[in-house]
T-cell receptor, first 113, second 110 residues
């Protein structure tokens, strides 16, 4: 049973560029959440997708956007990258109707120079 | 606004030396308290969910407990492979997201 997968593993971008990160949820899960984790901090919630709609959003600017596809996979897009966007981006999947336990992928390490 | 505070920030133990990690939470209508383990450069690995005060869950050398204001992760006779950052998170009310603490970095020395 495949867990949550994310791509790419690492990414280096220049300030002002745009980036797209991808996530495939755990088999049987229908809900995808995205988190940003700065070094030495706990993950911070960006947004959650369910039934291809953004259902809830954290305190992140509109430069952060996302999408969920019919197969439940998801993308996170970040426009106009800032140096402060450098972080580990984590995708978590869950089955909405059950216990709400979220299972995380390995993350994408984004470095903005 | 939910708040989760973990202590200590870092903990060094000798192999076999039992201890506890603390997670204090301030949430409105707790819907779940979650513990995760995170190894360097990797995503958090789910350990436990606790839903109500008095609840306890165990897995190998780890036991998680919950009161109305705190959760503890007890580590009994730890081994070097237990070295990791342990994260605590809460979910409250109608919120869909988890609110995380900053974690406790545990190092177990052989």
């Amino acid at each position: 049973d495949a867990g949550v997968t994310q791509s790419p593993t690492h990414l280096i971008k220049t300030r002002g560029q745009q980036v797209t990160l991808r996530c495939s949820p755990k088999s049987g899960h229908d809900t995808v959440s995205w988190y940003q984790q700065a070094l030495g901090q706990g993950p911070q919630f960006i947004f959650q997708y369910y039934e291809e709609e953004e259902r809830q959003r954290g305190n992140f600017p509109d430069r952060f956007s996302g999408h969920q596809f019919p197969n439940y996979s998801s993308e996170l897009n970040v426009n106009a990258l800032l140096l402060g966007d450098s972080a580990l981006y984590l995708c978590a999947s869950s089955l909405d109707s059950v216990t709400y336990e979220q299972y995380f992928g390995p993350g994408t390490r984004l470095t903005v120079t | 606004e939910d708040q989760v505070t973990q202590s200590p920030e870092a903990l060094r133990l000798q192999e076999g030396e039992s201890s506890s990690l603390n997670c204090s939470y301030t949430v409105s209508g707790l819907r779940g308290l979650f513990w995760y383990r995170q190894d360097p450069g990797k995503g958090p690995e789910f350990l436990f969910t606790l839903y109500s005060a008095g609840e306890e869950k165990e897995k190998e050398r780890l036991k998680a407990t919950l009161t109305k204001k705190e959760s503890f992760l007890h580590i009994t006779a730890p081994k070097p492979e237990d070295s990791a950052t342990y994260l605590c998170a809460s979910r409250s009310g109608s919120a869909r997201q988890l609110t995380f603490g900053s974690g406790t970095q545990l190092t177990v020395l052989p």
